[in-house]
């Protein structure tokens, strides 16, 4: 079912995307598409948070192994770490956080989905540049949270697409660029 919603979310847009269209797609009645997920947008929040991780494991982004080992990485390959892991992360999920924000200017569930997604990654990028914070390695003047914010600039799904899919861009071009980025940015 969750394969067939991200086939046509991707495909035809969030609005357009009928439950009985994810239903029939995925080879299920619509009533056990209701049943599992009760609304269109708890499948793609479902969606979001399976592609995310890239598995459906109870264990949230900042308790995956990745972060521990990146977090523990001297600064600048801790910035490397990072965007390689965006990189790989937006390779799954950007195409639906793409369908999510543009859904969000019509449908007002869907746009607090969108907030959310965006509080969860600056959570996520605070984390990080509260460890280049207590490591000194942040520029004069610069504290965690505002290092945070321009991390989420960089390293957001909607440079991701543009570089990428507009541009022509490889994934590990995009994540050089930007580790390359947020180093000349964020470090002393």
């Not at 592609?51 to 600064?75: M, N």
């Not at 950007?94 to 569930?109: F, Q």
């Not at 949270?145 to 994934?171: C, F, K, N």
């Amino acid at each position: 079912m969750l394969a067939a919603a991200r086939e046509l979310f991707t495909e035809r847009g969030y609005t357009a995307t009928s439950m009985q269209a994810i239903a029939t797609q995925g080879g299920v009645a619509v009533q056990t598409l209701y049943f599992t997920f009760e609304t269109k947008r708890a499948i793609l929040k479902e969606l979001l948070d399976v592609e995310v991780v890239g598995d459906d494991a109870p264990v949230a982004t900042l308790d995956r192994p990745w972060v521990t080992e990146a977090l523990a990485a001297p600064p600048p390959e801790l910035l490397h770490r990072l965007a390689e892991a965006t990189a790989d992360i937006h390779a799954r999920v950007a195409p639906l956080l793409e369908v999510a924000r543009s859904a969000a200017a019509t449908d007002p569930e869907i746009a607090e989905l969108w907030r959310t997604n965006i509080t969860q990654r600056h959570t996520v990028l605070a984390v990080f540049t509260g460890a280049l914070a207590a490591k000194n390695a942040l520029r004069a003047g610069l504290n965690a949270l505002r290092a945070a914010d321009m991390a989420l600039a960089v390293l957001a799904p909607e440079t991701y697409l543009l570089l990428t899919r507009h541009r022509g861009w490889s994934d590990r071009a995009w994540a050089d660029w930007a580790a390359r980025t947020l180093i000349g940015t964020l470090l002393a």
